[in-house]
């Protein structure tokens, strides 16, 4: 059965280019954003790696860490980071995670159990699905997943918006509309009434019976 939604995201130990972790303490108090990749020194996921350096401090504003997996060792992710500066001008100071062994992809349901125990002689197209991005909760559970095709590179400015949504959704009672960023109007769940709406959000818009629109929470 696959991961969904609200599932706690699978503990593990591994092997990183920053040590030894533990995912679920490596994560602490905080959010976090796994995303995994078929192989190191491919076309777009060495892009892919560099935009993730450049969004780093956006991350860390929203209380969230970033962390990559590919099913290589340690020292072919070290040695991966030179052609990532050289492609995007960006260096990668966050962990990357060293799966030889298929461990954690299969742990994560990216690989199949047939899959082998090791990435040796494995092409990215044999890992295809190792594409994913997953935004995991300071309760440890997964919040969102998104999975990719391997000529699809990802867009992780959609990643951020999420994260702005599902933080604001986690302390008010409010959803956010189609395509919203932040700053713009919400919507008042069902479960507050409209009485209860004016007390906690003043003067809200009833387009429909079941949609109520207001201005996005500050407090």
């Known amino acids: 059965m696959s991961l969904r939604i609200n599932d706690v995201a699978p503990d593990f130990t591994a092997e990183t280019t920053q040590g030894t972790i533990n995912f679920h303490q490596w994560i602490g108090d ?3 954003v796994l995303f995994s990749h078929p192989k190191d020194f491919t076309p777009v996921c060495t892009t892919e790696l560099g935009t993730m ?17 590919s099913v290589d060792p340690v020292s072919s992710h070290e040695k991966w980071h030179a052609d990532i ?20 992809a299969k742990l994560y349901e990216m690989l199949p159990a047939s899959a082998g125990d090791t990435s040796e002689g494995r092409t990215p197209a044999d890992n295809q699905t190792v594409r994913s ?3 995991i909760g300071p309760d440890k559970k997964i ?4 999975t990719y095709p391997m000529t699809t590179g990802r867009n992780f400015d959609e990643i951020l918006r999420v994260i702005d949504s599902v933080q604001l959704t ?11 960023k932040q700053g713009e109007d919400v919507i008042i769940t069902a479960a507050v009434s409209n009485e209860d709406a004016i007390k906690r959000f003043g003067a809200f818009e009833t387009v429909l019976p079941y949609l109520r629109k207001t201005k996005q929470p500050t407090a």
């Open 30 to 32: 905080g959010w976090a």
């Open 53 to 69: 350096a450049g969004l780093e401090g956006e991350f860390r504003k929203r209380n969230v860490k970033i962390i990559g997996i």
């Open 85 to 104: 500066k050289t492609a995007t001008g960006q260096t990668v100071n966050y962990p990357l995670i060293g799966d030889k062994d298929l461990k954690v």
């Open 133 to 135: 991005v997953y935004v």
């Open 143 to 146: 919040k969102l997943v998104l």
């Open 170 to 180: 986690a302390k008010h009672q409010v959803a956010t509309p189609a395509n919203w």
